[in-house]
């Protein structure tokens, strides 16, 4: 790959500018219980900078949290607990298969969420440890 484009993919995968206080006012959001306010503020992240692991990573989080939060309202919050769970294995995946500094934090989640406390998906569990034993990554 030409030097000019590794410069222009590493430009794209940079952290915003503000990232930082981005991130703990989402964290906040999550810790004061505003769960669906730290959700929009790091899809807005994802919508301007989709190459950004750190935002994926950051609205999965959030995702779980919210689908952690359905689980303890109880069986009437299913339709809502799936909804966010899955939302959170898309953007955790999205990390993981970039193989960027968020893959094995990105992976298990993945492994955690596809267990039978959570999505109950066990056959996606091999599929989404993969990525990180893939070529020239060590069992």
Not at 59 to 83: F, N, T
């Amino acid at each position: 790959m030409p030097f000019a484009t590794w410069v222009v993919v590493a430009l794209l995968v940079q952290a915003p500018a503000g990232w930082d206080a981005t991130y703990v006012r989402g964290q906040q959001l999550v810790l004061d219980k505003k769960t669906a306010d730290a959700i929009k503020l790091f899809e807005s992240v994802v919508k301007a900078s989709p190459a950004f692991d750190g935002a994926h990573y950051a609205l999965a989080e959030a995702h779980h949290m919210a689908g952690l939060e359905a689980i303890l309202l109880g069986p009437s919050h299913d339709a809502a607990k799936r909804q966010h769970l899955e939302a959170a294995a898309k953007h955790f995946r999205l990390a993981a298969d970039r193989k960027g500094e968020y893959l094995q934090l990105a992976v298990g989640n993945l492994m955690r969420l596809y267990g039978e406390d959570e999505l109950n998906q066990p056959k996606e569990l091999p599929r989404a440890g993969a990525g990180a034993c893939g070529p020239g990554r060590r069992h």
